[in-house]
């Protein structure tokens, strides 16, 4: 149950398509956020002393708040809403505003649609799928179909992990360059020797093509001067 203006609201149990979305808004949401802020779901927000919810996704920053030690309040929230009427998002969305919230988005499941709360019409605005949300919080502008199109999801992620320069993302495309350079040198090498007349047998092509790179120069800068292919590879590391 959450309280909004004094009124006790209920929030059932979300059935599957909305329970999927929401797991999927934690999952972007938590490649988009910039350094210096966190994410959370459910986090309690209070924006009066008759209200108390949370809204189902929030960014925030990190730092703590320096006079009272606690966190410090959102600036973007998130709610999903499938059986839930829209006016009782909106409700939410106006005094999470009030309480000094940034931006306020909605996700309408049924209609595949996202919203964003307007403070000049103190209404919901919807967002036109081609559109992506920027904002200080994001590392890298959010796409409006990734947050209704799981197919679009993973690609987002990418995008914003290439932001953030991920430090795993980075070595893996440093092994993939890798990798590409010694499959190059692997099929250069297998050329000269067939065009040397040197022709390999299958378990030398297996030897140079799981061969390292380090080795691949190696053999390259020999293989105009063997004599023959088992010459050549008994230069090994």
Avoid: N
Avoid at 57 to 80: M, N, Q, W
Avoid at 123 to 133: E, F, K, Q, T, V
Wanted: glycine share 6%.
């Amino acid at each position: 149950m959450e309280v909004v203006r004094g009124i006790l609201v209920m929030a059932p149990p979300a059935e599957e398509p909305h329970a999927a979305l929401h797991f999927s808004l934690a999952y972007l949401l938590g490649a988009h956020v910039a350094p210096g802020y966190s994410g959370a779901v459910d986090l309690l927000t209070r924006s009066g002393l008759d209200s108390d919810f949370a809204p189902d996704a929030s960014i925030y920053p990190s730092e703590r708040d320096p006079s009272t030690g606690g966190r410090k309040l959102e600036e973007l929230a998130f709610e999903v809403a499938d059986s839930q009427p829209l006016d009782a998002a909106g409700e939410k969305a106006r005094e999470l505003v009030r309480r000094g919230v940034r931006r306020v988005f909605c996700i309408v499941v049924k209609h595949g649609r996202v919203l964003e709360w307007s403070h000049e019409t103190d209404g919901w605005s919807p967002l036109p799928a081609s559109a992506s949300i920027e904002d200080r919080c994001l590392v890298a502008p959010l796409p409006v179909r990734a947050l209704v199109d799981a197919a679009s999801t993973d690609a987002a992620i990418i995008g914003a992990l290439v932001a953030r320069r991920s430090p795993a993302l980075l070595a893996l495309q440093a092994s993939a360059r890798s990798e590409g350079r010694s499959e190059g040198a692997a099929a250069a090498l297998l050329a000269v020797l067939r065009a040397r007349g040197l022709e390999p047998s299958e378990s030398d092509v297996a030897a140079v093509r799981a061969a390292s790179s380090a080795l691949l120069e190696r053999w390259l800068a020999r293989v105009v001067s063997v004599a023959s292919v088992g010459e050549l590879l008994r230069d090994r590391e």
